[in-house]
């Protein structure tokens, strides 16, 4: 089954591949490695999921807002590689970032909203190394942001 037919199965709506807001790009290839941008918590009607977790939100919110992260980097892996799933090798890492309050220790629970995603539409190819960091703060105030890193066929 091809990747596009797994997002159809698991009836996903991936989201419109924004441009990067400052002086960077959204994705970058070097040789057969594609590096995904942060992707930043954002709902599925555009609004930001913002707040720190452990205090705004709860860990199933911060999971969920993860999630969304995820998704985002499917659809800019998919803008970067000309709407071709099919070329991508395998996910090999995950970074996710989680705005969470000094007394949080959840953090590795709220990326799997991100690490599942990728592992449910990838198989295999989205087991992933991965590094769950809390912050203090996050761009705009929102919840988590994931970058990613992907091997090319």
């Known amino acids: ?20 807001v400052g002086n960077y790009v959204a994705t ?12 930043i918590s954002i709902d599925q009607n555009g609004k930001l999921i913002k707040g720190k977790i452990g205090k705004d939100l709860d ?30 090798k395998s996910c090999v890492k995950l970074t996710g970032f989680v705005n969470s309050t000094d007394e949080y220790i959840d953090q590795p629970k709220v990326l799997n909203g991100a690490s599942d995603l990728i592992a449910s539409i990838f198989g295999n190819a989205g087991m992933h190394a991965r590094a769950a960091v809390s ?6 105030g929102v919840s988590v942001e994931v970058d990613a890193i992907f091997e090319l066929n």
């Open 28 to 39: 970058k290839i070097s040789g057969k490695l594609l590096y995904v941008s942060g992707q």
């Open 59 to 88: 860990t199933e919110a911060g999971y969920n807002a993860a999630k969304r992260c995820a998704l985002s980097i499917i659809s800019q892996v998919k803008k970067a590689c000309d709407n071709d799933l099919s070329r991508v």
């Open 135 to 140: 912050t203090n703060s996050l761009p705009l």
């Open 1 to 20: 089954m091809s990747y596009d037919d797994k997002i159809k199965e698991l009836n996903i709506i991936l989201p419109e591949a924004k441009p990067p």
